[in-house]
Each structure stands twice: as C-alpha cells, then as structure tokens.
C-alpha cells in the first residue's frame, strides 16, 4: 500500500530561520510528487511536481528536492506570510489514472 | 481565468436531506477530483473522473454519487446526508500528470 509520511506535524519558526520538512514516501514506482501550500480556510495551492531523484525546483524562498526515498521542502529566511499548512502527495507508476495520495501536511508557524 | 470553482460555499442540512455540489473549472482538464479533508484525516479522495462521460470511486465513495455530463462540470450528489459527512469539500481538476488544481472549498455541516 502506498504511504505517505510527512515530518514534523508542526514546525514553530522565528523570521529568517531556515528550516526543512520532510516527505517519504513508499511506492512501487514514483510517477511525480507533489507540494502544494494550504492556507486556512482555502483550498491547497499548487507549488512544485518533481518527478525523478536528483530534481530540484524553486520558488521565492521555497526549494523542493527529490531522492528515491523522500523528498524535501527548504525554507530559506522564512516570513511570516510563509506560515501556512504544506501538503506533499505522490501518484505512483500504476496510477494510470493520476490519482494522489496525500501526506498529513506540515503545519509551518513563522513568527516576526 | 477563474480556475476552479466550486458552489455552494457554505451549507448545513438535516440528516436525511439531499444536495448537490458543483464543481467547474475552465482549464480544459481531463482529469477531475471530489476530495473531503477532516481534520487529523488529511484529504481523502471520494470520486474521480478522467473524462466526460466516466467516473469512478475513490478511496471514501460510499454515501456519493457523481456525474459529468461536460468536461468541463463535475457533481457530487448526497442523496441522504449523515452527521459523518460533516466536512470540508474539495473539487481539483489536472490534465494529466501535472499537479492537480483544487477549488476554494464547500463546508458542509449536517446536523
């Protein structure tokens, strides 16, 4: 079964400390993964695809990386419009039908 | 460009009542999704579709029913409204293995 794991729960930032969250996941086969970005009260925000190991992508302060096992999402001198929920979710090879299996989410509070 | 939208926003109903939700997106996307998020539950996929005409059950179908009738319409029916279902409603839609684009939500209580 397809499973996917996202650490820490909860991640309490002052403004400008750099920081990492964490997504594993376990699938026969890695099609893409996902990070999306939910504020409260919205929906979840699109924010990166990666689709093999060694991949990387930025944006702002924002920089997702990809390994076969995991992938991360670095905050780089976060703000506190940075505080948000971060979703990480992955569609396996087998998934023909591009369905996605979502983490739990990372709750990221960045104070000033 | 309105991406997806998504109606009602809010809507409390009686256990037993009926409604529909509508999702649409003007994205010409193949794809699209139903999803229910609770909280410590994270989102959970109830019905998908992958093009006009077809859908198919998710991970939590049971109590939903769904259509799309257009490309570019996607439905999700309750038919007799439990407290269970007492949630936050998500439509997305993707063209195929891009990231998937997700609507503003409904928040449906059932009392």
């Known amino acids: 079964e397809d499973q996917v794991t996202q650490s820490p729960e909860a991640l309490r930032l002052q403004e400008g400390e750099s920081s990492s969250l964490n997504c594993s996941y376990t699938?026969?086969?890695?099609?893409?993964l996902f990070w999306y970005r939910q504020d409260p009260g919205k929906g979840p925000e699109f924010l990166f695809t990666?689709?093999?190991a060694g991949e990387e992508k930025e944006k702002e302060r924002l920089k997702a990386t990809l390994t076969k096992k995991e992938s991360f999402l670095h905050i780089t001198a976060p703000k506190p419009e940075d505080s948000a929920t971060y979703l990480c979710?992955?569609?396996?090879?087998?998934?023909?039908?591009?369905?996605?299996?979502f983490g739990a989410g990372t709750t990221v509070t960045v104070r000033a | 460009n309105a991406g997806v939208t998504q109606t009602p926003k809010f809507r409390v109903l009686k256990t037993g009542q009926s409604m529909t939700l509508l999702c649409a997106q003007d994205?010409?996307?193949?794809?699209m999704y139903w999803y229910r998020q609770d909280p410590g539950m994270g989102l959970r996929l109830i019905h998908y579709?992958?093009?006009?005409?077809?859908?198919a059950k998710g991970e939590v179908p049971d109590g939903y029913n769904v259509s799309r009738l257009k490309k570019q319409n996607f439905l999700l029916g309750l038919e007799s409204a439990a407290p269970s279902q007492t949630s936050v409603y998500f439509c997305?839609?993707?063209?195929?293995?891009?990231?998937?684009?997700f609507g503003p939500g409904t928040r449906l209580t059932v009392l």
């Open positions: 997305a839609s993707s063209r195929n293995r891009g990231g998937q684009f």
């Open positions: 699938v026969s086969g890695l099609r893409g």
């Open positions: 990666l689709y093999s």
């Open positions: 979710a992955v569609i396996p090879v087998r998934a023909n039908d591009y369905k996605l299996s």
């Open positions: 994205m010409n996307h193949e794809y």
């Open positions: 579709s992958v093009g006009e005409g077809t859908t």
